[in-house]
């Protein structure tokens, strides 16, 4: 089957920093374009030829096995070539290094930087001081566009729609700049919104985001078509926001029975990688209600339609 | 021993509810472990068989007293006090619910301690025993403890004991975490840099006696950092013992604000002060310490007005080891759980504070803080019930208290009024013959 990328979709902008920013036709097109992308995945030849002769680099000052991989394996099948630069975190001193860094990879005329920082609003200050187009693999606790477009698509194949889904986001809201992407995505595409976790675990401020929050699970899930499980991430708590993992698996942690409390219909995200027992058990995220190995395949889709749509506003194209 | 349960009526008594502002001549029924009737003649028109009449003219009927911080040694320092001799001290004193402590060894900050407390209360005990839970791990100030699973296991509410939390990040989180599991976090309020090596009241008699001072200030800056951090997490806090007037403006100040925060004073606090020392009676050195006479008028006061919602004993037992050394090295703490309910009736006597007020400081206000049933006489509330004779005047003897350490403060004082029967669950716990 050869199915031909629509011409015509172009992002308004250089570069995709953020969910926030994009219209919703910007974000439908990316979704229309990266189902084409999932079928040219499905088959023996998945090559194209959008971003032959482009250079993209994969900048990730923060370790990443699934988005580096799948945003390799995107540049690659659109005809890029990729280098993958993995910068340790402990040699880097952020703001002046990082704009030396884009200083000189600028040098070497890359056509798409692909960024991942530990430091919300690196990649913006990245995207500053470079050329060619930048993409947001995740900046801090802020955004992760390409996370939330994921997510959209894999919702919208399963259910056939965005609008009118209620979606419940769970867990480690304070951390996860998937939350934030995934709030401003669904919010533009008319989902319902709600947000699930300690208070310790919600930013102050959240319920101006235009979602319905609860500290408990029973409540908010019910009636919910999408659970959306957040890793709890350890390694950004400085400091006693839960008392433990038992704890938080207990009041929080998805089971079978909370899942239970939501629509019998009800289907289970998870942007990975998981923590499992302390916010997923093995049997839900393995269980037949799982989206979860979807949304990785979903991701180099995305990642596709990102680049291939950003490859139209670079010179020369 | 307990006796056996059959229906108590006691009759002709003056019958104080302070949950509902009763103070009336009546009878009280008592069946089935609960307080089944209170109205005037019931021994008349026939009660069920077996029923054990008992008359209270003269006497007054109250709910149960209620004491919200009492250190209990068990796990841990049972040569001070076990649950048993607590609360035959509780019963002798009155009290038919002890909050204990979670400053043990090991603490209570975990669910299985919290079941062995309950379990070891349950089995030995002859009163209702809840514990706190600590609010932090270990009692050490750095990481919040399971508040969801502690409360769950039975916790009534989270506190690091005589333990201030310094850390106010720390303190925060817990707050703002605690108020999802709708949790009463308890705190010492003592900032331990400003009490430092201090040992009494900061002040001209401990400059004479040669004593390091604590300043009220330590006391109200923890306590003020507290009330900020309530106003930005919204959840519910109880200072464990106030013991001064800079204290009581700052927490007149935050329930004007309407933030849910409580406080409690000790008996000590409101009945001595700190010319009780005299020539270094290590029985008078608490934590905090005692204050000057001004601030213990003012803490009087703010319990006339409830602006003080608890009164509670600091029941705090240590041996001879602990307290026969030079005032700065002994240990503080009092005993008080059986004296708690005679030393207020001084400030009734007194004419300070009405005995409603009084009684509904030890028994209402922390059964409502705590979530716990008692603390009321309406029909249906556990039979937990007093008798008392407001004006038997006797002199205490420490060797006659029935805790296992007997570092009293009242030792030889001249009181007036006694706990002459309580009543646990519809059984006599204690009677005075």
Redesign the interface.
């Known amino acids: 089957m050869n199915v031909a990328p629509k011409p015509a979709f172009v992002l308004r902008q250089r570069h995709l920093l953020g969910i926030e920013g994009l219209s919703c036709e910007e974000i439908v097109g990316l979704l229309d374009l990266a189902e084409e992308f999932v079928e040219l995945n499905r088959q023996v030849e998945k090559k194209r030829t959008s971003l032959r002769g482009r250079t993209q680099i994969n900048l990730f000052f923060e370790a990443s096995t699934r988005t580096q991989s799948s945003f390799e394996l995107a540049g690659k099948r659109l005809g890029a070539d990729v280098m993958n630069m993995a910068v340790q975190a402990s040699s880097i001193r952020k703001g002046e290094t990082l704009v030396d860094t884009a200083i000189t990879l600028n040098a070497m005329h890359p056509d798409i930087l692909v960024v991942r920082h530990h430091a919300s609003g690196a990649v913006r200050l990245l995207a500053n001081k470079v050329g060619c187009s930048v993409v947001n693999a995740g900046d801090g606790a802020h955004e992760h566009p390409t996370q939330a477009l994921l997510d959209a698509l894999t919702m919208r194949r399963n259910k056939g729609r965005i609008e009118g889904l209620t979606v419940a986001i769970c867990g480690d809201i304070l951390h996860s700049r998937v939350a934030r992407s995934n709030i401003i995505l669904l919010n533009a595409l008319d989902a319902r919104v709600r947000v699930i976790g300690?208070?310790?675990l919600l930013p102050p401020g959240i319920e101006r985001f235009g979602v319905e929050v609860f500290?408990?699970m029973r409540e908010g899930l019910r009636n919910a078509d999408i659970v959306m499980m957040l890793r709890l991430q350890r390694e950004r708590m400085s400091?006693?926001?839960?008392?433990?993992t038992?704890?938080y698996f207990?009041?929080y942690g998805l089971d079978e029975k909370k899942l239970g409390y939501a629509k019998p219909d009800a289907l289970v995200m998870h942007p990975g990688p998981m923590n499992r027992g302390v916010e997923i058990n093995s049997t839900v995220a393995d269980g037949t209600r799982s989206l979860i190995r979807e949304q990785v395949e979903m991701g180099v889709a995305v990642r596709m339609a990102v680049l291939d749509s950003l490859s139209r506003n670079l010179p020369n194209a | 021993m307990l006796s056996e349960r059959r229906p108590i009526l006691l009759t002709n008594a003056r019958v104080i509810d302070p949950s509902r502002d009763l103070d009336l001549p009546a009878d009280v029924l008592l069946a089935d472990g609960s307080v089944r009737e209170i109205k005037r003649g019931i021994g008349a028109g026939g009660v069920p068989e077996g029923t054990e009449v008992i008359d209270c003219t003269g006497k007054v009927v109250a709910p149960g007293l209620i004491d919200m911080r009492a250190f209990i040694g068990e796990p841990g320092a049972e040569h001070r006090e076990t649950f048993a001799s607590a609360s035959h001290a509780a019963a002798a004193g009155g009290v038919t619910t002890i909050i204990c402590q979670p400053d043990t060894h090991p603490p209570i900050d975990e669910p299985a301690t919290v079941d062995f407390v309950l379990r070891r209360a349950r089995d030995t005990a002859i009163v209702r025993v809840h514990p706190m839970a600590a609010l932090t791990?270990r009692l050490e100030g750095?990481?919040?403890?399971?508040?969801?699973?502690l409360k769950a296991a039975g916790a009534v509410a989270f506190t690091d004991g005589a333990k201030s939390v310094t850390n106010a990040?720390?303190m925060r989180?817990?707050l703002?975490?605690a108020?999802?599991f709708d949790a009463l976090i308890v705190h010492h309020t003592e900032d331990p840099d400003l009490v430092a090596d201090g040992v009494m009241n900061e002040g001209e008699f401990a400059a004479r006696l040669g004593l390091l001072g604590i300043p009220t200030t330590a006391e109200t800056i923890m306590l003020a950092r507290d009330v900020r951090l309530v106003e930005l997490?919204q959840s519910r806090y109880h200072a464990a013992s106030l013991t001064c007037a800079e204290s009581l403006t700052v927490l007149a100040r935050a329930k004007e604000a309407g933030l849910a925060v409580t406080a409690s004073a000790s008996i000590n606090h409101l009945t001595l002060n700190e010319m009780d020392v005299g020539w270094y009676r290590t029985f008078c050195k608490v934590s905090p310490p005692l204050r000057g006479e001004d601030d213990r008028k003012a803490l009087v006061e703010a319990l006339r007005t409830g602006l003080i919602d608890v009164v509670m004993s600091d029941h705090d037992p240590q041996d001879v080891e602990t307290k026969r050394l030079p005032f700065s090295e002994a240990e503080p703490g009092a005993i008080g759980i059986e004296t708690m309910l005679v030393a207020g009736l001084r400030l009734v006597h007194s004419g300070d504070v009405p005995l409603t007020t009084l009684l509904k400081a030890m028994s209402t206000r922390p059964a409502e803080l705590l979530g716990l049933p008692g603390g009321t006489l309406k029909p249906g509330a556990p039979a937990d019930v007093i008798v008392l004779d407001l004006d038997a005047p006797w002199v205490l003897d420490r060797e006659d208290l029935k805790s296992k350490s007997k570092n009293s403060p009242f030792d030889e004082a001249r009181l007036t009024g006694r706990v002459v029967r309580t009543i646990v669950g519809g059984r006599t716990a204690f009677e005075w013959v």
Do not use: H
């Not at chain 1, 400091?239 to 433990?244: E, R």
């Not at chain 2, 990481?143 to 699973?149: A, V």
């Open positions: 300690p208070s310790t500290r408990d400091g006693s926001y839960i008392p433990s038992q704890e207990a009041y | 791990k750095k990481e919040m403890t399971e508040i969801g699973l990040n720390l989180r817990a703002t975490y108020r999802d997490a």
